[in-house]
Each structure stands twice: as structure tokens, then as C-alpha cells.
């Protein structure tokens, strides 16, 4: 016991003189669930991370911390940051949510931003996302023009809201290009794992589908389905553009270096307060990759439409009338859904087989 | 739900593809163990096995180069445990972990021009009639050739280990050293061998994931793999046929699970998830039960002094 009283006494002391060294350049912290050489999601942070080395110099030291599992090794990971003396934290990946709380409230002073999620316990968490079915709206129109096999397949994550947002999304717009478009959706269970990503490409392929989403963050089912031929798919995170004009015809890009430039400045001003921002393809979080010749003219404009509806806010990729997957009302004809129901989107839409994993 | 969209044909030869960079790691360390030395270092073998074979594979355009520069690299690693262990003296469990994160970090540097790139395609082996016959073709006769060599090894280390002199020697130093070196065997030699032999089936390993499984190179993409191996190695109570088994139920229920999910199966996915890990474990420490257990001098550094 007496032990661990002084070493923690240490660590908080280390901590301290760290906080009133670093006092001159802002200390950002960035929690990383995969590699930043992941090419999708991982990379897509770290680029933002650069762009505030880029903005501010001097004036700024950033730490990385890549491959942190979700869960329990996310707090301690989350602790060491702020324990050095970091006035910023990004933590980047849905399951850091209650890890980044519970962090928050043990360090009142220290800052935290924390991705895709909606828990914020004390004033010093933000949370911010961005609107990433608006970019499956417009993949699913491309996907239910582009599939002749009508099966396409989706590789999800977890099933957490987020995803289960960008599966509706993309079914919705698919089918309504093409009535007989099915869904055939495989959870992989995991952000980041290039051999079982790639596995579960294949098998989709082998049962038929022959446009392949994913909501994973590696470039592997990219190439299965290269591997495998006449398959198409989309970047997702990142535009992924290495496997242009086939098998990706396009992709959804997040660019999160604009926010992560206005929070370090917002803590360096000392004008942060804790908020939640969910940007879309309107104010430029979400980016449309080049949509590659592979993809006929008439459904590239058609595509390029929908991105500009949903940029002027002229058209909400949740317009009713939809129902419920078990043929209960949801959204009555022209009706948009509201944030709070997107936030928490727990059921598939009419017209998707089977289960969302509780 | 539409099991008629699964095709056995091809889940059975994509779940020998699945299994077959387990099945080298695992082979290797087998070799390993049984000479007495644990080496968690496997995947730091293996992801660095994976970056050498890629790299070599796309710069010169042959992938079975890229195998030997794998299997040369992976080895090439494990030297750094043997001198650690062997002659420094060093924590066996201390060495392997740092051997996984030195060769995660290394493998992440070397491979950063790599990102996107495709490596060439290796050949399947295409056997006139025979890989056309309907259902045994895709499954017996429609691989790429590491995939034969993976399933040769487990039969040739089966054979060596039980029937030749070298076997004897490599179990004897493996269950008792002290005993082995008091004959006159080369206790820290043979290690060295096992453990360099270890190192290249890793190396084969992952070279198989980076090049053949996914293809792509990808920072840490033995990620699944972790641990498997080495449990695989124990559950099979360090028999090479059951390793064989192990790997390819692995594989298969990895495999099985994906394609149930797509064909809209009514059973929680969480439970098909953590199913390959289950199922294997069960199946293997059921087989298990006849007693035979790790080498006695497992983990234990050997000095002649001492």
C-alpha cells in the first residue's frame, strides 16, 4: 500500500511539474484506435493532427498514442496523457467514451474531446462527429446503380449507432434507385483487423454481392475485392484513392484538421467550453472522393446532385416517409428526422433482414 | 435466412486459406517449445516476415522470393532472441514480448513506401482436370503452393520429432537439459536451430497474410493472430497433427461465422463472433485429456556452469 501511495504521490508530482513546464506550448493529446498508417480512419486523425503542428508550430506539442485497445487500457492510456501534462485530449474512437469521462473528472483542467460519441459527464468533454450517412446516402445511390447482382454486401464494425446510422442511409438510397436491392450485412466485431476485414469480403463476394461497403478502417477489403474482380467498392474514412478507378469508384473522407485547428486554438485563448458539433458535408467534415470513371456519367451526376442537396441542407438524407424494420411508422411523407433519434439510432430501417447484435 | 447462398466448395477452400499462416507460426513454435524454449516473439516474427516478403515480392515481382526473404527475415529476428536467451541469459517471457513490439515497430518503418501497394499475384497451382473436377477441385487441387508447403511441414516435423535421431535429441534437450548436455549434446546449439527454424515458419506466416490472405501490407495487420498460435501450441499439447486440427477449425469456424452472418443466420452474432476461439479451445483440451504435457525443461534457461 505504501508503495503505491508514493508512487502515485510521484506520478501526480512528475505530472505537476510537467503541467508547469509545459506552460509555454499547448500540450494536444490524440488517442489512436489503429495504426496511423491504417490508411482509413487512424490516418484521417493523424493528417488533422499534423495540420495543427502546421498551423501553430512552435506554439503547440502534440502526443500520439496509436493502437489502444477500447475499454480499460483506453483509461490508463488516457490517464498517462494527462498526467504529462497535456492540456488537450482527443480521444478518437467510440469506445473511449466512458473511459474519456471517467479521465475528465479526475482532471478538471485538462480538456477533452472525445469522437463519435454522446456522453459528457463534466464541462471539460466535448464531443464531436461528423455526418458520415450523409456520404453513404450518396454511395448507396451509386450502389444500387452500379450492382447487377442486386446483392450488395456491408462489412460493419459494431453495431453502435454510428453504424447502424450509415447501413440505413445507404440502404435507403440504394433502394431507391433499385427496388430489388438487398443488404447482406456481416459484423466483424472489430475497427481495425486487415486479415478478417478481408475475409469478410470474400465471402460477401462469394455469396453473390458485388459492391462491397465497409465501415471498417483498413484497406484490406479493398483488396479482396480487387483480387476478386468484377466487384466495386467505396474509401471509407479516407479517399483511399491507390485503388481507383476500380475497384473504388469513390469514397467518403473525413476531414477533421479545421476542428481540431479551432479547439487548440479555442484552449490557447482560453475561450474552450464543452460542446457537441456534428458537421456534415455542408460545412466540410465530410468529403466526397472523386467519383471514378468506372462510374457511367448519369450516375455520377446524379450522385454529385444528392452531395449538393445535402450540402445546402435542401435535402435531409432521413426524409420520410420510412418505416421501422418491423413496418411501424417512423417518418410520415417529407418529414426529417431529428438529431436526438439519429444520435441513438438502434433499428434498421423496412426492407433489411435480419438482427442488429444487442 | 439462405444457406443455399453459402458454397461448401468454396468455404472449405477459403477456410484452408484462413488457417494456413496460423498453421506455420504454430508449426515453428511447436519446434521451439519442444527444445525447451518458449519464444513469444511469434508475432513480431511474423509481422516483420510479413513487410520483408511483401517489400521483397514487389520489388523483384516474384512472391516466392518474397517467401525466402520472409522466412530469412523472421529468422533473421529470432537471432536476436537466441543470443538474449541463450547466451545472455535473458527472461525467456521478457525477450519474446519485446521481440512482438520491436518487430511491430520495425515492420511499421520498413513497410511505410509500402502502403497501397499490390504485391504480384502468386500463381494457384492449376492442374489440368483435376482442378476442374466440380467440389474436390477448389477444395484439393486449387491452391497457391505455400498452402501445400504449410500442411507438408506439419508432416514432416510430425515425422522427424517421432521417428529420426534428431528428433530424439531436440525432445531430450527440451525435457531434460541437464541430462542432455551430460550425454554430450550441444544444448545451446540445438536451441539456437529450433528457435532459427521458429523464426522462419513465422516469417512464412506472415509473408502468407501480407501476400497471399489479404494482399496488401498494412501497419499491424497480424492483428488476429496474436495469440492464437501460441495457445494453439498448448492446446494441441505440442502434437503436430492436432496443431493441424486446431488451425484449421480455427479457420473454419472463423470462416463459418462470416458466411452464416451474410446468409442472415438467427443466431447472435456475438456469439458467432467468439466462436472460432471457443469451439477450438474446447475441441483441442477435450483431445488433450490423454495427459501429455509441455517439455519439462519449458521456459528454463540452460548454463553448462550451473
Known amino acids: ?46 493528417q488533422g493532427r499534423k495540420a495543427v503542428v502546421a498551423e501553430f508550430g512552435d506554439k503547440v506539442e502534440t502526443v500520439y498514442v496509436e493502437n489502444v485497445a477500447e475499454g480499460p487500457d483506453a483509461e490508463r492510456v488516457i490517464t498517462q496523457m494527462a498526467l504529462q501534462g497535456a492540456d488537450l485530449i482527443f480521444t478518437t474512437s467510440f469506445g473511449y467514451m466512458d473511459p474519456t469521462n471517467n479521465v475528465a473528472a479526475k482532471f478538471p483542467k485538462v480538456k477533452f474531446e472525445h469522437a463519435t460519441g454522446y456522453k459528457r459527464n463534466t464541462d471539460n468533454v466535448s464531443t464531436y462527429s461528423a455526418r458520415f450517412y450523409e456520404g453513404r446516402a450518396v454511395q448507396g ?52 483487423d486487415p486479415a478478417k476485414e478481408a475475409d469478410a469480403a470474400k465471402v460477401l463476394i462469394e455469396q453473390g454481392a458485388d459492391v462491397i461497403l465497409q465501415h471498417t478502417d483498413s484497406t484490406a477489403p479493398q483488396a479482396a475485392a480487387q483480387a476478386a474482380g468484377n ?50 458535408i455542408g460545412a466540410g467534415m465530410v468529403g466526397i472522393g472523386e467519383i471514378s470513371d468506372a462510374v457511367p456519367a448519369e450516375v455520377k451526376a446524379e450522385a454529385l446532385a444528392i452531395k449538393a442537396s445535402l450540402a445546402d441542407g435542401s435535402y435531409h438524407a ?12 417512423w417518418l410520415a411523407a417529407g418529414e426529417t428526422a431529428d438529431d436526438g433519434t439519429l444520435a441513438g439510432m438502434n433499428f434498421y430501417v423496412e426492407g433489411i433482414d435480419g438482427d442488429i447484435p444487442q | 435466412m439462405d444457406l443455399s447462398a453459402i458454397n461448401p466448395a468454396l468455404l472449405i477452400a477459403s477456410l484452408m486459406v484462413a488457417a494456413t499462416p496460423l498453421l506455420f507460426a504454430a508449426i515453428g513454435e511447436l519446434v521451439v517449445e519442444k527444445s525447451g524454449v518458449l519464444n513469444l516473439g511469434v508475432e513480431g516474427m ?18 516466392l522470393l518474397g517467401f525466402v ?11 536476436l532472441f537466441a543470443i538474449l536467451t541463450q547466451y545472455a541469459q535473458a527472461n525467456q517471457v521478457a525477450s519474446g514480448l519485446s521481440l512482438t513490439l520491436f518487430g511491430l515497430g520495425m515492420s511499421a518503418l520498413l513497410g511505410q513506401s509500402y502502403v497501397g501497394v499490390k504485391p504480384p499475384q ?86 502468407y497474410i501480407s501476400l497471399i490472405r489479404v494482399p496488401q501490407w498494412t501497419e499491424g495487420m497480424t492483428a488476429g493472430i496474436r495469440w492464437i498460435a501460441l495457445a494453439l501450441v498448448v492446446f494441441a499439447s505440442w502434437k503436430p497433427w492436432r496443431v ?29 463472433a467468439m466462436s472460432p476461439y471457443l469451439i477450438t479451445i474446447l475441441v483441442l483440451v477435450i483431445l488433450s485429456a490423454d495427459k501429455s504435457s509441455a517439455p519439462a525443461a519449458l521456459g528454463r534457461n540452460f548454463h553448462a556452469a550451473r
Open chain 1, 1 to 46: 500500500m505504501k508503495l503505491t501511495n508514493l508512487m502515485t504521490s510521484a506520478a501526480v508530482a512528475l505530472g505537476l511539474a510537467t503541467a508547469a513546464l509545459a506552460e509555454d506550448p499547448t500540450k494536444v493529446g490524440f488517442v489512436y484506435v489503429g495504426p496511423v498508417g491504417d490508411g482509413g480512419w487512424t490516418y484521417e486523425h493523424d
Open chain 1, 141 to 192: 445511390t451509386i450502389a444500387g446503380h452500379m450492382t447487377e447482382s442486386n446483392i450488395i454486401g456491408y462489412i460493419g464494425s459494431y453495431p453502435i449507432p454510428e453504424v447502424v446510422r450509415g447501413i440505413n442511409s445507404a440502404y435507403i438510397h440504394a433502394k431507391k434507385v433499385n427496388p430489388d436491392v438487398e443488404f447482406k450485412i456481416v459484423w466483424a466485431f472489430t475497427w481495425f
Open chain 1, 231 to 280: 466487384v466495386i467498392t467505396f474509401g471509407q474514412a479516407s479517399d483511399m484513392a491507390e485503388y481507383g478507378p476500380k475497384p473504388r469508384v469513390s469514397s467518403i473522407i473525413d476531414d477533421w484538421a479545421p476542428y481540431y485547428i479551432a479547439r487548440t486554438k479555442a484552449v490557447m485563448d482560453g475561450t474552450w467550453t464543452s460542446t457537441d458539433t456534428w458537421d456534415g
Open chain 1, 318 to 329: 432521413f426524409t420520410g416517409p420510412i418505416n421501422k424494420q418491423d413496418g411501424s411508422a
Open chain 2, 46 to 63: 511474423m509481422i516483420v516476415g510479413a513487410v520483408a516478403g511483401f517489400a521483397t515480392a514487389v520489388e523483384t515481382g516474384s512472391p
Open chain 2, 69 to 79: 526473404a520472409a522466412a530469412g527475415a523472421g529468422a533473421t529476428l529470432s537471432v
Open chain 2, 122 to 207: 502468386m500463381q494457384k497451382i492449376d492442374l489440368p482436370v483435376l482442378s476442374d473436377l466440380p467440389v474436390v477441385g477448389p477444395i484439393l487441387f486449387g491452391h497457391d503452393p505455400m498452402l501445400y508447403l504449410a500442411i507438408a511441414l506439419i508432416a514432416a516435423v510430425w515425422a522427424v520429432i517421432k521417428f529420426s535421431r534428431i528428433g530424439l535429441v531436440l525432445r531430450a534437450v527440451g525435457e531434460n537439459h541437464d541430462a542432455a548436455h551430460a550425454l554430450g549434446y550441444k544444448v545451446v546449439r540445438i536451441r539456437i536451430l529450433a528457435i532459427l527454424f521458429g523464426g522462419a515458419c513465422a516469417g512464412l506466416g506472415g509473408a
Open chain 2, 244 to 272: 493441424l486440427l486446431g488451425a484449421y477449425l480455427f479457420g473454419g469456424v472463423t470462416v463459418v461465422q462470416l458466411n452464416l452472418q451474410a446468409a442472415g443466420v438467427a443466431i447472435p452474432v456475438e456469439y458467432l
